[in-house]
Nanobody
Framework: QVQLVESGGGLVQAGGSLRLSCVAS????????MGWFRQARGKEREFVGG????????TYTDSVKGRFTISRDNGKNTVYLQMNGLKPEDTAVYYC???????????????????WGQGTQVTVSS
């Protein structure tokens, strides 16, 4: 069982930056691929990006490429989502998710993930 707790959300003006963190419980964090998803009001939850167990080959959805960066610190059981150049359309609740896997390729579908955090709100004003 893994528990995930996100933090770092808030209100920011367009063009600004935020850094989200997701801390995982347990001793086996390095066995998990980690994903970031977001859900805007009235829309389905969507994949933002993810990182495999080793921290290599982060993957991003096209709309955030070049603006968002995912990294992880296995020693701190933490995955990060650095968001730069924020746009109003980035406004959503952001969730981190975990899947125990040693695959190189990062899972991108919601159904691939076994554990979810409670989410943190990101609001970008124009």
């Amino acid at each position: 069982q893994v528990q995930l707790v996100e933090s770092g959300g808030g209100l920011v003006q367009a063009g600004g930056s935020l850094r989200l963190s997701c801390v995982a419980s347990g001793r086996t964090f390095s066995r998990y691929a980690m994903g970031w998803f977001r859900q805007a009001r009235g829309k389905e939850r969507e994949f933002v990006g993810g990182i495999n167990w080793s921290g290599a080959r982060p993957t991003y959805t096209d709309s955030v490429k070049g603006r968002f960066t995912i990294s992880r610190d296995n020693g701190k059981n933490t995955v990060y989502l650095q968001m730069n150049g924020l746009k109003p359309e980035d406004t959503a609740v952001y969730y981190c998710a975990a899947k125990q896997t040693f695959t190189v390729v990062v899972p991108t579908a919601l159904r691939d993930y076994d554990y979810w955090g409670q989410g943190t709100q990101v609001t970008v004003s124009s």
